[in-house]
């Protein structure tokens, strides 16, 4: 991964959690990795936990960054929330995924927030 694309990267976790935050989310872990993959946020909301995949884009040059979770990625996504969930005594508690994207290419980022954007993949 080029250093722009992990500087934008990180840019866009840094958006998407101030505007988490002003949305009533309580940030439990970012970046959080495993053998298995890595969950970009993790949050609670309401009593539930929220797994969060930031996507963010400079133009429109690659896409929507919402269409840029492709099935392979919700299954590798849903693998590890559900090894958090277990190792953390979690699973019984609601869970979803949210995606945030984040379009920087402006005068202003845009953030536009995808509730529920997909069930549980494997």
Request: without cysteine; charged residues 30%; glycine residues 10%.
């Amino acid at each position: 991964m080029s250093d722009k694309r992990i500087v934008a990267g990180k840019e866009g976790e840094t958006l998407a959690v101030l505007y988490l935050k002003k949305k009533g989310y309580k940030i439990i872990a970012q970046n959080y990795r495993s053998k298995l993959g890595e969950i970009d946020i993790i949050a609670r909301e309401d009593g539930a936990l929220i797994f969060i995949e930031v996507k963010t884009r400079h133009g429109d040059r690659f896409g929507d960054p919402k269409g840029a979770v492709t099935a392979k990625k919700k299954r590798k996504l849903s693998m590890v929330a559900l090894q958090y969930l277990k190792k953390t005594g979690q699973m019984r508690v609601p869970a979803r995924f949210d995606v945030v994207a984040v379009h920087t290419g402006g005068h202003e980022p845009v953030i536009e927030l995808v509730r529920n954007a997909f069930e549980l993949a494997y």
